[in-house]
Structure formats: C-alpha cells, structure tokens
C-alpha cells in the first residue's frame, strides 16, 4: 500500500553511492508564500549541487512519498498552492493517515528525517528543529522532532532549535533523549534568529571530526548528531531585538496549540519585523544546505 518514488537524480546518486543531502518542505507549503517559496527551494538545490551533493527535497503528494521534486511534480505543487488545494504540514505520526487518504503535505523536520532514512540518506538540512515550547510546564507541547532525532540516525544541521521556543529545556530534554548536539565551530547554542543562546555545548571545527563521529555513533546509537550551525552574522537578530516580538506573539497566540502555534508565531514575527526574520530564515536555510551538503560529501 505504501508508494513511493525516488527521483532518477536522487536515485542515481544514492546507487552510485555519492552525495545526497535531504530537504525538508514545510518551508514551501507553509513557511513562504507564492512564488518566494518556489524561488528559495530552486536556491537552496542549487546550492547543494554548488557544495557537492545532490538535493533531495522531501514531501507527499496525493498520497506518495517524494524522495527528490522532479518539473512535473514541482508543477503539480505549485499549483496546488497557487490553488488553495488542501497541503497539510506532516509530522512522522502524521504519514500513515496522510498516504491512507491520499492526502499532499510538507514533511516537518521528524517526517522529512525518518522518510530520507528509508531510503539510506544520510545528512539533512533544515532550518532550525522544534523542541519543548515555552508554557510547556501547562501544556506539555513538545515537537516529535526530538523523538525523531533520538531514534533515527542522521546527521542534522540546523540553526538551533526555533527561537519561540524553550531552549535550555529544549537542550536538556535533547540530552536526556540521548541525542548528541555539536556546535559548528561555535560554544554556544545558537537559537535561530540569534547566533547564541547563553547555553553552552560542545564545539567542532572540522568536517571530518563530525564524519568520524557520525560513524563512529552508530556502533553505540541509532540517534541522531545535530550539529547546530549559527545564522550568518549579517543576518542575525540579536535575542534583545527579538524576544520583545516573540513575547508579543506568545502573548497574542494564547488560544493556539499543537502544530497550528508555529506557523502563527512565525507569521506574526514576519510582520512585526516587517520581513527582517524572513531574511534572517533564508539566510540560516542557505548557510545550512551549504553545510549539509559538504558534510554528504565527507561521509563518502
């Protein structure tokens, strides 16, 4: 019942045993409006090509599993965005009802993660993952991103975790998980918008060093190294300019959980920095597809 389809490039690679570096595509189906969304996800696979390794962005469309978007099926996306057709977001609890039903959807950082595993990605590159959302102690609202990243093993670069979240409780809840965070060539944890976080974690500066690690892991886990890689200082946000908007949203948000409270807050950011957190998002999206990529390049 399942279905799924590789594309011939992502196909190709994976048997030839070169590079591939998954994507995730929420940030097309819910984090950019039309046409910017098709515009940074042509950038962004262009600039995996550019750092040696073949993009494999990931989603479901009516039904299938998309390892890899070739024209027709970026078409047939676009226009069911330009359309209005019903385009979930998809968490890995999400994808058995989603290809039950038929349905199309953006795969999130957890979904994107176990669905690049099945078929022997080994890197991803997304922008910054979930965790545990500030309130939580109230609602418990915490991302399966980080049961993700404890079970799946994968190389994970990202920014961080989401500014709108818990950080420190987000880092504990990730070491608990057994999930081992590195940052790029930084102490801190970086926290998206912002290159730090006040919380300290362990450093590395070579490419090699975090290939080594990765296959040296999996003799002992099957988790995840999330390798936390800091915006571009000419993009950043520093958390003073900020956590004032963030608190805002928090506060004008209070009715809106699960899945929905994100996207809300992120779009709610967007106008109250009157787009400088977009730029700041596309700015972390190419600085880890860059990153991602030549970490692909190094596990060959």
């Not at 570096?21 to 550019?50: C, K, R």
């Not at 330009?82 to 795969?107: C, F, M, N, Q, Y």
């Not at 990243?149 to 880092?171: F, R």
């Not at 920095?273 to 596990?299: C, F, H, Y």
């Amino acid at each position: 019942m399942l279905q799924q389809k590789v594309s011939p490039k992502v196909q190709s690679a994976l048997s030839e045993g070169r590079a591939v570096l998954a994507m995730e595509s929420t940030v097309i189906t819910h984090g950019l409006p039309y046409p910017q969304n098709f515009e940074i996800l042509s950038e962004l696979e262009d600039l995996a090509e550019e750092n040696g390794a073949i993009p494999a962005t990931i989603c479901i469309l009516d039904g299938v599993i998309r390892i890899g978007l070739d024209s027709n099926e970026r078409n047939i996306l676009r226009n069911k965005i330009v359309e209005h057709a019903p385009i979930h977001k998809i968490a890995l609890r999400d994808i058995p009802l989603s290809l039950a039903k038929r349905e199309s959807g953006g795969t999130t950082v957890s979904a994107t993660m176990a669905l690049a595993h099945r078929v022997g990605i080994k890197v991803f590159a997304t922008g910054g993952i979930g965790g545990v959302h500030r309130r939580w102690q109230e609602s418990l609202d915490i991302s399966l991103d980080i049961k993700a990243l404890s079970e799946i093993s994968m190389i994970v670069v990202s920014a961080g975790c989401k500014a709108i979240l818990d950080i420190a409780a987000t880092l504990e809840l990730l070491e608990t998980s057994g999930v081992s965070v590195y940052g790029w060539q930084c102490d801190e944890f970086p926290a998206f918008y912002s290159r730090t976080s006040g919380c300290k974690i362990t450093r590395v500066d070579g490419l090699q060093t975090i290939a080594d690690t990765f296959r040296i892991s999996r003799e002992f886990s099957q988790g995840a190294l999330l390798i936390a890689n800091p915006i571009p200082g000419d993009f950043e946000i520093p958390a003073f300019e900020i956590e004032p908007y963030i608190q805002s949203g928090l506060q004008a948000a209070t009715a809106i959980h699960g899945k929905d409270l994100t996207p809300f807050l992120l779009n709610y950011l967007a106008e109250a920095t009157e787009g400088r957190s977009v730029k700041a998002n596309l700015a972390l999206l190419r600085n880890n597809v860059i990153l991602g990529a030549k970490l692909a390049k190094e596990l060959i």
